[in-house]
């Protein structure tokens, strides 16, 4: 059985470990190190697993490392486990948002197998989006492994050139604000055509909900889906009319774009370290 350690037990390890237990992983597998004694005690008494003060403790003997804490802690965590990372060669999953392959590699040693992997806020609650990288030292074996604890959260898909990890994030990694920005949106055009802003939260919200699960549940292009609701000379096409003449597509590439740039930025500023 493989053994699955995570360092830094905040939300998105409390999210992977309890996927992982419900898709069958043994507590006795599992593992965390987390340095506030209530989290610890939480977690430990939530999952029935093994909980840790000192990383270098939880680190020893593992099949597998996740590092889940914040991306500005990273740098600083190299002394500590570095040694205990060489001795035994684990698998080490990075989730931290933009810290690159080749910084890892500088931190923790570059005989490291490493994957790295930017998953999404719905992560939370199951329905995340994960964009993962690996360096040539992953086995297929550590690939199927990485893709299993990613996939107990939500949806993966393997990203082959690290450069397009910053795409990850501007599309996935932030993409929920963007919907969420969008239905704000909504909610505001409602109100001011007189709704009640409780009622047009609901619906707009609903209309969100409805609509993402027909993008997952038919399978259809969602240019199939928009083209099926739009009548000729009907109310939806007025308005994706108007979506046009505003230039939607324009304003949501150059959103994304500017995302893509901060992520290259931020990766970058780790670089002193
Ligand atoms: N949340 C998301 O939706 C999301 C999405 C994509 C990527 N990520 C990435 O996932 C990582 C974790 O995010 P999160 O939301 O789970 O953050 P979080 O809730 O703040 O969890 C980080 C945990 O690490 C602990 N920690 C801090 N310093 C540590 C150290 N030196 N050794 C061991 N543990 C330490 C923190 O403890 P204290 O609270 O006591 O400081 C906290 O419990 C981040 O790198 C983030 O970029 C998160």
Redesign the pocket.
Known sequence: MTRIAF???????RSLIGGLIKTGVAAANLRV????AQ?REALGREFGISTYAD?RQAAADTDVLVL????Q?MP??HAELRDTLQRNRPLLIS???GVRIDQLERWFGNLLPIVRC????P??IGAGATGLCANLRVTPQQREQAQHILDAVGVTRWIHDESQMDTVTALS?SGPAYFFAIVEALEDAAVAQGMPRDTARILATQTCLGAGRMLVESNEAPSVLRQRVTSPNGTTQAALESFAADQLPRVVARAVAAATRRGAEMAASLDKD
């Open positions: 360092i830094g037990g905040g939300n998105m390890a190190a987390e340095p506030l989290a990383n889940a804490v914040k991306p802690v600083a965590m989730i931290a948002a930017m998953p999404n806020t992560a939370l990694g």
